[in-house]
């Protein structure tokens, strides 16, 4: 296991923390007040086109949140402890940067896929309430959350190399 050292958290990371946070309790609170006028058939699953290909109880709007409430704390104890993060090339002289990039990725990243899952939920809700069997993005949903992820991942693995 790496040595650990106190890192300060950039303020930016807590607001995007907050902003997150807020755009999920906003979902939730949109979710539950539209719940009654819901039809008791909702998207559960979406091909690569954005077409749905399987509907769902209404409760199935419950996984994302459910999902995100789980995941966000266990990403955000990972965060507050790059110290157990695997790192390539890690020396005493760069580890406060390899550390803070690592905690960096984890922040952007929970993040990221906490705000993705509220808006697909809200997504969902919105294709329920109009009868739709087309997301509003069609392809681009699954590309956008590819893009992303992927790209947050390639852009802080690459940040890495050049901060050693």
Known sequence: MQPKIDIEKPVFLKYFDLVAVTIFL?????????WASLPNKIPAHYNVFG??????????LLIFPLIGIIMWPILHALEKNPHLHNYVGLTEENRERLYKNSMMMM?????EILIIFSLY????????????????????DFIIFIVV?????????WRSFKLR
């Not at 809200?122 to 681009?140: A, C, F, H, Q, R």
Request: aromatic share 12%; charged share 10%; net charge neutral.
């Open 51 to 60: 077409e749905v290909d399987a509907w769902g109880a209404k409760p199935m």
């Open 107 to 111: 922040n952007v990243l929970k993040n």
């Open 26 to 34: 906003l979902q939730l609170g949109y979710v539950i007040s539209m």
């Open 149 to 157: 992820i992927l790209g947050t991942l390639g852009f802080f693995v």
């Open 121 to 140: 939920n809200v997504m969902n809700v919105y294709i329920s309430k109009n009868n739709l069997t087309v997301s509003p993005l069609g392809e681009w």
